[in-house]
């Protein structure tokens, strides 16, 4: 059988995100926080903010994240996406906000309000920063850069598309490059044997994958939940070419040259010629 997809958001949270599959959260946890010996997490609370019921598997905007914290009130938010949908930054910090308010009740000491860590692993290029696949985000001031203003901001983001094109990679050194290799889709029965033989963590997490792969129901809902995600990926394209032939249009009534609207509405020069002569209804050349 096909192996399930590990960033299918579904059989992420089944395999991370329920109480008895915590140490496979711990594990990665320590790994993307860069966790070593004393500073390790060692337990946490799953805090089951969602039921994975039929209605939310097959809705095409539905969030399936996964929740937890510690014992000393830090919560954590882990997000998959798959699909590009323009606006990581804005709903990364919506999130964190959410989770942050509910940190304490109307007429609590701010004091008590807890650290909230979100870590949005992605399957596309995000951040504008070249060669980084992972990031870390904190609040520093502007000019003094080793000032932090406090530590209850931290955003995660992992470019999965950034991850692949990484040429030398360092598996057994580097514990969160062994978790992303583990996640890729494409990985082959001999590196994910090698991965498994590398690190126990890994293995039990493939373990837990192949014992999803087994049980009917699960299949069931992770069919349903792939042609969700496919439903909405189709979704947000459509929206962006959309997007994206109304800007040429603009430009074209500006006076613009086609290779002009092509650089500012980032479509291919011949998807805008075809866009002027339906406006015109006059052929149109290109320059060379």
Do not use: C
């Amino acid at each position: 059988m096909k192996r399930l997809k590990p960033l299918n958001d579904f059989i992420f949270k089944k395999t991370f995100g329920e109480e008895e599959t915590k140490d496979n959260l711990i594990a990665l946890l320590n790994a993307i926080l860069s966790k070593k010996d004393i500073d390790k997490l060692v337990t946490l609370e799953i805090v089951e903010n969602k039921e994975l019921a039929p209605e939310l598997i097959g809705d095409k905007t539905g969030i399936i994240d996964v929740r937890a914290k510690t014992e000393d009130g830090t919560q954590f938010e882990i997000e998959v996406q798959l699909t590009n949908q323009h606006n990581m930054d804005k709903r990364t910090m919506w999130y964190w906000g959410e989770i942050f308010s509910e940190g304490i009740k109307k007429g609590e000491d701010y004091k008590n309000l807890p650290k909230v860590i979100t870590i949005n692993i992605v399957d596309f290029e995000y951040i504008k920063i070249p060669n980084k696949f992972h990031t870390t985000f904190h609040l520093w001031e502007d000019e003094v850069k080793d000032y932090m203003l406090t530590d209850v901001v931290e955003i995660h983001f992992i470019e999965m598309e950034k991850f692949r094109m990484l040429k030398n990679k360092n598996l057994k050194e580097d514990k969160l490059q062994r978790w992303l290799s583990f996640f890729r889709e494409d990985i082959s029965k001999e590196e994910l044997k090698e991965l498994m033989d590398m690190d126990v963590d890994i293995r039990k997490a493939e373990e837990k994958i192949e014992y999803l792969s087994s049980d009917p129901k699960t299949l069931e809902l992770y069919k349903e939940r792939e042609r969700s995600l496919h439903e909405r990926a189709n979704m947000i394209s459509s929206a962006v070419d959309e997007t994206a032939m109304k800007i040429a249009r603009n430009l074209l009534n500006m006076g613009l040259s086609v290779e002009q609207v092509a650089k500012g509405s980032e479509l291919p020069i011949e998807k805008v010629i075809e866009i002027k002569r339906k406006m015109t209804k006059t052929p149109i050349v290109s320059k060379s």
